[in-house]
């Protein structure tokens, strides 16, 4: 069976935009679970995570969450790359970078990045 050229063409513009819009959207599924900053609130209570965002940190989706409803289900020492952090109410796993700064590593270790198994 053979194709004309202009049904060939129509062909490939469809199969590029479909190629393009996936592979943009996975992009921005991944900057939206991707943490790019963990903040922990005066007193030890709360903790903000900030996501990464395509058009900036201006534009950041910011989950503000009771310290308790934060989980690491990976220990830190058993992660090569990345931590995946859990937050009650989503879905979804947040990934935080272990190639990234960490100012204060111990008080990071016995907040966030404290291992909790799963329930």
């Known amino acids: 069976m053979m194709l ?10 469809v199969l590029c ?8 959207g996975l992009g921005f599924l991944y900057c939206r679970q991707s943490v790019g900053r963990v903040i922990l609130h005066k ?3 709360k903790v903000t995570l ?17 310290l308790a409803q934060v989980a690491c289900h990976t220990p830190p020492q ?15 796993y947040f990934r935080l970078s272990k190639k990234g700064t960490f100012h204060n590593p ?3 270790d016995i907040t966030v ?6 329930q």
């Open 50 to 66: 900030t996501m990464q965002s395509p058009w900036g940190l201006d534009q950041a989706r910011r989950i503000t969450a009771p």
């Open 17 to 24: 935009l479909v190629a393009g819009g996936a592979s943009a």
């Open 106 to 108: 111990k008080l990071f």
């Open 4 to 13: 004309s050229p202009k049904v060939w063409r129509n062909v490939m513009i």
């Open 113 to 118: 990045g404290a291992y909790k198994p799963r």
């Open 78 to 92: 058993d992660s090569q790359s990345f931590l995946a952090l859990q937050v009650k109410d989503h879905s979804f």
């Open 43 to 45: 007193g030890g209570g």
